[in-house]
């Protein structure tokens, strides 16, 4: 009766079943994590990325598994392209009840390197990821509001990164800054939203092993940079995200609004200098 009782309270806790969920950049690193385990949990998940190609084989793994899966091509820069990804989804499934404002791309090396440097920044480079890397979370998040005020709920989780949360040398400076600016957007958005019962949150990931910035991460001497910053003495796998996305994703994070958490090995917890 105990274990009866026990994974009662976990179904409660962390039960996704049925919920309908967009996730962006989801064709492969953490967006495809975060998918895969809303997936798992029975949720009905909406794949979004703007590679084609990699949507689809994404989507089709999952699919092949049994999981409850749709794809749709979006360029999240693209305003328009955001509202219709969000529309559809909820014309499509019924409703909105997750969102993860995960789409994101690498500013290159940061001023650790002569390229990086700031006076080497182009002006296009940066606007380019401004509206991939902060503009499009914030027209996602307006697109997905709309929705969840009218049914009086939701879950926003948005991706940032430690390197918004400190200076970061290894990283470029508009991806540093857009990091940064989307993790005061949580909080900001925050403070209107809980009236609304919507909850947002940002996970601030440390270096993980995925394809961003063409997989830098995948080369042993940079793999190797990062891991030397990291206390855990490693670069994370992206199967690690899992259990903090479900956690804001699910009815255990009831209580949890307005904040930015790490996922970085220990990193944040280095001494300054």
């Known amino acids: 009766m105990e274990r009866v009782s026990e994974a009662h309270t976990l179904t409660r806790l962390f039960g996704v079943r049925d919920q309908s969920v967009v996730v962006t950049g989801a064709a492969s690193g953490l967006g495809y994590a975060m998918a895969e385990v809303m997936a798992e949990c029975g949720a009905v998940v909406t794949l979004s990325d703007i590679d084609e190609d990699?949507?689809?084989?994404?989507?089709?793994?999952?699919?092949?598994?049994?999981?409850?899966?749709?794809?749709?091509?979006?360029?999240?820069?693209?305003?328009?392209?955001?509202?219709?990804?969000?529309?559809?989804?909820?014309?499509?499934?019924?409703?909105?009840?997750?969102?993860f404002a995960n789409a994101g791309i690498s500013a290159g090396p940061g001023p650790i390197t002569l390229e990086g440097t700031i006076e080497k920044v182009k002006l296009d480079?940066?606007?380019?990821?401004?509206?991939?890397?902060?503009?499009?979370?914030?027209t996602t998040i307006?697109?997905?509001?709309?929705?969840?005020?009218?049914?009086g709920r939701g879950r926003i989780v948005v991706t940032s990164s430690i390197a918004?949360?400190?200076?970061?040398?290894?990283?470029?400076?508009?991806?540093?800054?857009?990091?940064?600016?989307v993790a005061n957007l949580v909080r900001q958005a925050a403070l209107e939203l809980a009236s609304y019962n919507i909850c947002i949150n940002a996970i601030a990931p440390g270096p993980f092993r995925t394809n961003i910035g063409e997989g830098r991460l995948h080369d042993p001497e940079i793999e190797r940079a990062f891991a030397q910053e990291i206390p855990l003495g490693r670069i994370a796998?992206?199967?690690?995200?899992?259990?903090?996305?479900?956690?804001?994703?699910?009815?255990?994070?009831?209580?949890v609004t307005g904040a930015v958490v790490p996922v970085d090995g220990g990193a944040l917890a280095c001494p300054a200098g």
Do not use: C
């Open 54 to 99: 990699a949507l689809k084989q994404a989507t089709e793994r999952l699919k092949d598994r049994g999981l409850r899966t749709r794809s749709f091509i979006a360029d999240v820069a693209n305003p328009v392209s955001v509202r219709r990804l969000i529309d559809t989804t909820v014309s499509e499934a019924g409703g909105l009840d997750v969102v």
């Open 125 to 138: 480079a940066w606007r380019k990821v401004v509206d991939t890397n902060l503009t499009s979370v914030f």
């Open 142 to 151: 307006q697109a997905a509001v709309e929705h969840m005020k009218a049914q």
């Open 164 to 181: 918004g949360l400190r200076g970061e040398r290894m990283v470029g400076y508009a991806y540093a800054a857009t990091k940064a600016g």
């Open 237 to 255: 796998e992206a199967e690690e995200i899992k259990g903090l996305a479900l956690f804001l994703a699910s009815p255990a994070s009831s209580y």
